[in-house]
């Protein structure tokens, strides 16, 4: 994944040097309070350090930062002058009018932290630019200059923090235990080393190493942070043109966290919040969600900031764009096409080897050419049906933009082949790059779950007549039930009748229904719905649901070579064919290149 490329958001501010913002400026900036705890501490001078370009940082805290916070950057420092400006309010190298403040590009422009830090603690800098053989020292004891003199010191800038609110004791009394700081500070400085993957973090607490990071990529930073399982378990997002795209990972389907703590969204590197594009994540992984457990995900939006308007409140991170539909659009599209990508699929044995780099370095010309040959996704249902589908699909749900999106995916071939149904429970199946494996009640559940929700959404119930109508005597709870949701039961191809207040008589079953178990679904499937309306909001979801599931082949069900066939092609054409509508995988497989490793053939 290439981040560097919008380094250009952050361009070097080498040409500037330090303004006092006319008061008019100033005013028109929210201000709002810069410094509440230490993590704010530390998230504004490690800003101030990124926008001075500096590609190794170390942090060094105390006490959950109460006592010490010393930030030590690379970056282009301060020349004399302007180290003691910095700490006058409102003074900013970064913009000097109200026209720049719309193309900002760096984190800091209302060169008000370092003047609200020092104000309410005692801060020592060391700064020198590589101008200068000498750098800078100036001590500020609560906005008292307490000392200035030349100091031998490394380019860049060496900041500490000491005492924190030490003048303000009543602020310092609103502070949380050690322990509650430090968890702030460390998820600061997470995000922030999250967004600049390349630049490196060194970070101490109370002596003891919390992390050190060299500079790697997006996913060995993620690794880094989280844990090694992070980056085998993402997929790479990326989507939109020059103007406004989104890019990142997001966590398989079968990848889920109990809370929301690891979901990010960056905007140009920013760390922002926002309830609308988090809900259009949700979105997209529509019915793969379970209740309770929430995706992984570190999503960048880039936006060319002159072309499109963004209002980004200056403290609370929570940002409003001018489009707001249209960014939504664009995440849930992106999330969308990275779920149906056949990437998606499980492999039985995994490993972190990319097949090409682990190509590469073998002597052999033949072989190499011949992996390099195959395409870099291991395995893919012909992507023309899906596309297909989904086009019909998302017309009727959604916005033609997404439409247009998908249409300019890349179409890849490749085709499996079943050969043999294994305990009446498994396909296994020839695929052009190994074997795989299909549970055949999930892909049955997921070909029936779109089906139905595409003939809901289109209201065109596709209904079998009953030969002989069935009756059914419903407790009168069941039979409020059934009659309040009649209509949605009818959009699924039950046609249904009253006879009294509590006898029903069923003329039509859906038409997929399978033979003999007809007049058993219509109970299975009430009896189900009642479990899932309960926990579910939306009716319409959890009927089809209950539906595919109820319906589908089961476990048990031997099949005839041609129904196995016939199902894998309604497998090809739906939208999301690796992952059940629970959120199970429907698909396994075990590449040439694993079988290969297995019989020692290769290393
Ligand atoms: P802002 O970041 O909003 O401009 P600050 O009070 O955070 O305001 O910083 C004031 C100025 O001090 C900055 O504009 C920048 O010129 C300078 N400065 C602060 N920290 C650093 C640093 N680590 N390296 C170089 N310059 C810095
Ligand atoms: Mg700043």
Not at 231 to 257: A, D, M, Q, R, W
């Amino acid at each position: 994944m290439e981040f560097e490329r919008h380094n250009n958001f952050f361009p070097s501010l080498n040409s500037f040097s330090i303004k006092i913002l006319p008061e008019h400026v100033a005013s028109k900036i929210a201000a709002g309070e810069v410094v509440n705890r230490p993590s704010s501490v530390v998230k504004e001078l490690l800003e101030n350090s990124l926008d001075a370009d500096a590609t190794e940082i170390h942090i060094i805290i105390k006490d959950g930062g109460k006592s010490l916070i010393q930030i030590v950057d690379n970056g282009m420092g301060m020349s004399d002058d302007d180290a003691l400006l910095a700490f006058q309010r409102h003074a900013t190298s970064k913009i000097s009018s109200f026209e720049d403040l719309e193309q900002l590009h760096s984190f800091g422009f209302r060169g008000e932290a370092l003047a609200s830090v020092s104000a309410v603690a005692q801060v020592e800098m060391r700064t020198r630019t590589n101008q200068n053989d000498v750098g800078t020292l100036v001590k500020i004891d609560g906005n008292t200059i307490t000392e200035q003199s030349k100091i031998a010191t490394e380019i860049g800038t060496w900041l500490a923090v000491r005492n924190l609110f030490f003048n303000t004791p009543a602020r310092k009394n609103f502070l949380k235990s050690n322990s509650t700081e430090f968890r702030h500070i460390v998820n600061v400085v997470q995000r922030i080393a999250i967004a600049f993957p390349n630049v490196k973090f060194f970070f101490v607490s109370d002596g003891e190493k919390i992390f050190s990071l060299p500079s790697q990529t997006l996913p060995e930073r993620l690794n880094a942070l989280f844990g090694e399982s992070v980056s085998k378990n993402v997929l790479p997002v990326s989507e939109g043109n020059e103007i406004i795209s989104v890019e990142g990972f997001i966590g398989k389907p079968t990848y889920f966290l109990k809370t929301q703590s690891e979901q990010f969204f960056f905007l140009n590197k920013r760390i922002i919040q926002s309830k609308n594009l988090s809900h259009a994540v949700f979105q997209g992984y529509e019915n793969m969600l379970e209740k309770g457990s929430f995706p992984f995900f570190c999503l960048f939006i880039n936006i060319d900031m002159k072309k499109v308007d963004v209002n980004v409140h200056p403290s609370k991170m929570e940002v409003k764009f001018d489009d707001e539909n249209g960014v939504y659009r664009l995440v849930l599209s992106a999330v969308r096409k990275t779920l149906s990508d056949g990437e998606v699929i499980p492999e039985l044995l995994f490993t972190n080897s990319d097949i090409r780099s682990s190509f590469s370095q073998t002597s052999s010309e033949t072989k190499r050419d011949f992996f390099l040959q195959s395409p870099p996704q291991q395995f893919s249902f012909p992507r023309q049906s899906i596309l297909s589908f989904t086009k019909e699909f998302l017309s009727t749900i959604s916005s033609s933009s997404i439409e247009k999106e998908i249409e300019q995916t890349s179409v890849t071939k490749s085709e499996i082949i079943p050969l043999q149904q294994v305990h009446n429970q498994y396909i296994l199946c020839a695929a052009n790059d190994g074997i795989t494996i299909i549970d055949q009640h999930a892909a049955h559940e997921r070909v029936l779950y779109e089906k139905y929700l595409y003939l809901f959404e289109t209201n065109a119930p596709s209904s079998q007549q009953l030969l002989f109508s069935l009756t059914f005597e419903l407790t009168s709870a069941d039979a409020i039930l059934v009659s309040e949701q009649q209509l949605n039961f009818e959009k699924l191809g039950f046609q249904l009748k009253f006879f009294g207040k509590t006898t029903l008589v069923i003329e039509g079953i859906p038409s997929d229904v399978r033979v003999g178990r007809e007049s058993n679904i219509f109970r299975e499937v009430l009896d189900k719905f009642k479990e899932e309306f309960a926990v579910k909001i939306d009716a319409r979801e959890a009927l089809v649901k209950t539906f595919a599931c109820k319906a589908a082949i089961k476990k048990g069900d031997a099949l005839l070579y041609e129904e196995m066939r016939s199902l894998l092609e309604q497998l090809s054409q739906t939208q999301i064919p690796h992952v059940c509508p629970h959120g199970r995988p429907i698909t396994l497989k075990l590449t040439l290149h694993e079988l290969d490793k297995k019989f020692g053939r290769i290393l």
